[in-house]
C-alpha cells in the first residue's frame, strides 16, 4: 500500500522526522518492546540510547521500541488502542509494551483531539502504515547488512530472520535504517493475521490508576509552583463591579489575592475567538496561596460586589421562549424531501408530539484545573484538555507569543464528556501565570464546575408524522435549543432517506448562559426522542417496533443521496442481531422489553432494555446492545466503552436535572444533583457485528439509544409514554432501583 500525503501522517513526516537525532519528542505512546531474542526489560529505561526513527517511533541499541501518539486520553483507551495497531503492524510483541502520554507536535500531527468519538477511525490506516513501513525499512537494513533480497526475509516479534536461520533485532539495524530511503509501497497485514488487534487487551494504565501513581491533571507538580482559586460571577449575565479581599489575605496559607480579564477581553474584543473559548469579558478575582485548600478558603473570605448586564434567566423562561421557537414560521430549513405539505393534507392520521430536556453539567469526576508557567522566553502549559492545539493557539494570540513558544503536555483526564473541549480553565491559568509571574495551578472545586457553565443546552424536539395506507408518508422533525443547533450531518441520520416527505428544520434562543458540547452532542437526547416517537408509531400502525424500522431501513438502501450517513444494510444487520440476543418479544412473563437503534459518530449501534416491575414501578435490569463499529481493535475497552456510554445515557435520561432561577443553578453538588447510583445499574450485555470494515467510534454512540429503549421499556411496562427527562419526573419517583 502506498503512504499518500493525504494520510494523516504523510510520507514526508515519516521521512523528515526518521533521520533526526538523538533525543526525541514525547508525542503520546511510549511501547516500550522487546525485540532482540530473550530480551529482558531493563530497570531504567530512560538510560537507554534510543534513537528517533520517525515521528511515532524510537528504537534502542539494546532493542527496546518506543512508540509515540498524539490524542490525548481521557477514558476512552486510545492510550491502549492506538499503540495496539502500530505494534500490530511494526510485529512486535504487546506483552513488552509500556506506554506513556506525550505532547502536542502540530508539526509532525494532525487532529490532536479527544471528541466526536473519531480518534481510532481517523488513525488506523495511518497508524497501521507507520507500523508497516517501520517495520519494511528494519527489514530492509537487514538485507544490506546480510546483502540478501529483503523479500528473502522475514520478521515477526521484532526479529528478523534471514534463510539460514540467521536473526537481527530491530535494535541492530535501527542505525543503518534510518539511513535509508523510505519504501515506496508497504504491505499491510491481512485481518485474519492480527495477533495484537482484537485481543483482549487491559487498560495500559489500569496499575497506576488503582494504586493512585500520578496520571492526572490535579497530581501534576512543578517547583516553585503556587495554587489559585477563581471567583467567578454567581449569576450569568453579572460582571464584577468592586471587590474586598482584606479577609481573605489573612487567610492561612493566602499569599496574594490578583484580578485578570484584561487579557481575554481583549482576545474576544479582537475578533480572534474561537469555538473552544468559553469566556465572558468580566473581570475575575483570583486567590493565589501555597496550597489548595489555603486558595479556596481565601475564595470564600472574598467580598465582592457584581453588577449586571444582562436578563438572568429561569428554566420557566426557557421552557416559554423554547416552545416559542418550535411554534415560529422563522426557523432554518437542514434539509428537505419530498413535499412534506401535500403529505400531511392527504394522510389518513397526523400524529405530532414534543419532547423536553433540560439543561446538563459535565460533571467530570476530575474538577477542571491547569498548570501553566509563563515566562518571558516561553509559556509551558500542563493539564487535562480534549483540545491541546486549539489551547495553544488562544493562549499564544492572548498573551502575544509565537506559537512554537508555547509548549502542551497533555495528563491523563479523570473525565471530559466534551467539557474539556473548551479551554477557559487553561486560558485562566495562562493568564493569572502572566499577572503573577510565577508557575501556577488553577483548581476548581465541584461548586465552580456545576454552577459556572460549561453546559449541555436545553433542547426541545417537536416531531410530526403523516400515515397512510399504514404507512410513514411524511416526517418533520423541528429542534429548539438555547444557544447553537444540531450539526450538519444530524439532519442527514435514520430516518432521513427512508420516508419520501422528510424535513428537518432548526432555530434557538440566544443565551448568556454558556453551552457547549456534551458526550454525544444533541443526538444524547434526539435519539430518545425519536425512537420514543417511533415505537408511538408502530403501536398506531400495529406494526412491531422492531419491524417498522427493518421495514423503513428497506427503502434507503441503494440511495445515490451521497449526504445521507448512515448504512440501511449495517443498521438492519445491527437490529436483527440485537433482536436474536435479546431475545425479542420471547422473554418471560413480566419482563418488557423496549427497543431503540441509532446511527451516531459513524457507529451504528441497537438496544434492548429489560425492565421488570417492584411494588408498580420499573426496576431496569438488563440491556443488551449490538454494535457495528467495523474492526474492533481492543475488545476490553471496546466493551468498556459501549458499557459506559448505555449506563450514562440511562442515568441522565432517568435522574439528572438542572434548572435555572434568578441566573443562578439549582444545584452545586452531588448532594442534591441526581446521577444513577451503583445499585440502580443494570446489566449491560455487548455484542459486536464481526467484519472488516475499518473501525469507528465507540466513546458516545452507545449513549443516544439508551434513553429510548429504556423509555419504550416503561412504555411497554406501565402503559405511560416519556415525553420529558429524567423520567422520574413523569414517573413521580425519585429512587427506581436496579
Not at 459518530?601 to 463499529?629: M, Q, R, S, W, Y
Not at 465507540?698 to 449513549?703: D, K, N, Q, S, T
Request: hydrophobic share 40%; charged share 25%.
Amino acid at each position: 500500500m502506498k503512504l499518500h500525503k493525504k494520510d494523516n501522517f504523510s510520507r514526508r513526516n515519516f521521512l523528515k522526522t526518521s533521520v533526526l537525532a538523538g533525543g526525541g519528542m514525547l508525542i503520546g505512546f511510549n511501547l516500550l518492546t522487546a525485540c532482540k531474542p530473550e530480551a529482558k526489560m531493563p530497570v531504567d529505561i530512560a538510560s537507554l540510547n534510543f534513537n528517533d526513527f520517525n515521528a511515532f517511533i524510537k528504537i534502542s541499541d539494546e532493542g527496546y521500541v518506543t512508540i509515540f501518539s498524539p490524542n490525548p486520553e481521557i477514558g476512552q483507551g486510545v492510550k491502549t488502542s492506538m499503540p495496539m495497531i502500530i505494534a500490530e503492524e511494526l510485529d512486535v510483541e504487546w506483552k513488552n509494551v509500556t506506554v506513556a502520554q506525550g505532547v502536542l507536535d502540530t508539526k509532525n500531527y494532525k487532529r490532536q483531539v479527544a471528541g466526536g468519538s473519531q480518534s481510532i477511525r481517523f488513525g488506523w490506516d495511518a497508524l497501521r502504515q507507520t507500523g508497516a513501513t517501520a517495520k519494511q525499512i528494519l527489514v530492509n537494513a537487514a538485507a544490506v547488512k546480510w546483502n540478501v533480497d529483503a523479500s528473502t526475509l522475514k520478521a515477526s516479534k521484532g526479529i528478523i530472520t534471514n534463510s539460514n536461520g540467521e536473526k537481527l533485532g530491530y535494535g541492530d539495524v535501527v542505525k543503518e535504517a534510518a539511513l535509508l530511503e523510505i519504501p515506496e509501497d508497504v504491505i499491510l497485514k491481512e485481518t485474519k493475521d492480527f495477533t495484537i488487534i482484537g485481543q483482549e487487551i487491559v487498560n495500559v494504565d489500569i496499575d497506576n490508576i488503582i494504586t493512585g501513581k500520578p496520571l492526572f491533571g490535579l497530581d501534576y507538580k512543578a517547583e516553585g509552583m503556587v495554587f489559585a482559586s477563581v471567583l467567578r460571577p454567581p449569576v450569568f449575565g453579572q460582571i464584577l463591579e468592586s471587590f474586598d479581599a482584606s479577609a481573605a489575605k489573612k487567610v492561612k496559607g493566602v499569599i496574594d489575592v490578583v484580578t485578570i480579564g484584561d487579557k481575554v477581553r481583549k482576545y474576544v474584543e479582537a475578533g480572534k475567538n474561537n469555538w473552544t473559548v468559553k469566556l465572558s469579558k468580566t473581570d475575575k478575582v483570583v486567590v493565589i496561596a501555597e496550597n489548595t485548600w489555603a486558595a479556596i478558603k481565601g475564595k470564600k473570605a472574598l467580598s465582592a460586589k457584581w453588577k449586571t448586564v444582562s436578563k438572568a434567566e429561569s428554566t420557566e423562561m426557557h421552557d416559554t421562549l423554547l416552545t416559542g421557537v418550535l411554534d415560529s414560521k422563522k426557523q432554518n430549513v437542514r434539509r428537505e424531501d419530498g413535499d412534506i405539505d401535500k403529505a400531511f393534507a392527504t394522510a389518513d392520521k397526523v400524529i405530532e408530539k414534543t419532547y423536553h430536556s433540560p439543561f446538563l453539567p459535565h460533571n467530570c469526576m476530575e474538577p477542571m484545573n491547569f498548570y501553566a508557567n509563563v515566562t518571558a522566553e516561553k509559556v509551558h502549559l500542563v493539564g487535562p484538555v480534549q483540545t491541546p492545539e486549539f489551547a495553544a493557539v488562544v493562549v499564544a494570540d492572548m498573551l502575544g507569543y509565537d506559537l512554537d513558544k508555547v509548549h502542551v503536555e497533555m495528563t491523563r483526564m479523570g473525565g471530559g464528556f466534551g467539557r474539556r473541549l473548551y479551554g477557559d480553565f487553561v486560558y485562566e491559568a495562562a493568564e493569572i501565570s502572566a499577572v503573577i509571574k510565577k508557575p501556577v495551578k488553577v483548581v476548581s472545586t465541584r461548586e465552580d464546575d456545576m454552577t459556572t457553565g460549561v453546559y449541555r443546552p436545553s433542547i426541545k424536539y417537536r416531531i410530526k408524522a403523516a400515515l397512510k395506507d399504514g404507512k410513514v408518508t411524511g416526517y418533520l422533525l423541528k429542534e429548539a435549543t438555547v444557544n447553537g443547533n444540531m450539526y450538519g450531518l444530524i439532519p442527514h441520520f435514520f430516518p432521513a432517506g427512508c420516508i419520501p416527505n422528510y424535513k428537518v428544520e432548526t432555530g434557538n434562543y440566544s443565551s448568556n448562559i454558556t453551552t457547549g458540547a456534551w458526550r454525544a452532542p444533541y443526538t444524547n437526547f434526539l435519539a430518545f426522542a425519536e425512537q420514543s416517537f417511533f415505537d408511538e408509531l408502530a403501536s398506531e400502525l400495529n406494526v412491531d417496533p422492531i419491524q417498522l424500522r427493518i421495514d423503513l431501513l428497506q427503502n434507503v438502501k441503494g440511495t445515490t443521496d451521497k449526504r445521507i450517513e448512515y448504512s440501511g444494510q449495517r443498521m438492519e444487520d445491527t437490529i436483527l442481531l440485537v433482536k436474536e440476543k435479546a431475545n425479542w418479544g420471547k422473554t418471560k412473563e413480566g419482563v418488557y422489553q423496549g427497543f431503540s437503534a441509532y446511527y451516531s459518530h459513524n457507529t451504528h449501534v441497537a438496544e434492548v432494555a429489560e425492565i421488570e416491575l417492584k411494588d408498580g414501578f420499573p426496576v431496569i435490569k438488563k440491556v443488551i446492545v449490538a454494535v457495528d463499529c467495523g474492526v474492533v481493535v481492543n475488545p476490553t475497552g471496546a466493551r468498556n466503552q459501549v458499557e459506559g456510554g448505555v449506563l450514562d445515557g440511562i442515568g441522565h435520561a432517568m435522574y439528572s436535572d438542572l434548572s435555572f432561577k434568578d441566573g443562578k443553578p439549582s444545584d452545586q453538588n452531588f448532594d442534591t444533583y441526581r446521577l444513577i447510583r451503583m445499585n440502580e445499574t443494570p446489566k449491560v450485555e455487548v455484542h459486536f457485528l464481526e467484519n472488516n470494515n475499518s473501525p469507528t467510534g465507540l466513546g458516545e454512540p452507545g449513549l443516544p439509544p439508551a434513553g429510548g429503549a429504556v423509555a419504550n421499556a416503561i412504555k411497554a411496562a406501565l402503559g405511560k409514554r416519556m415525553y420529558r427527562q429524567p423520567f422520574v419526573k413523569e414517573l413521580k419517583k425519585r429512587i427506581i432501583l436496579g
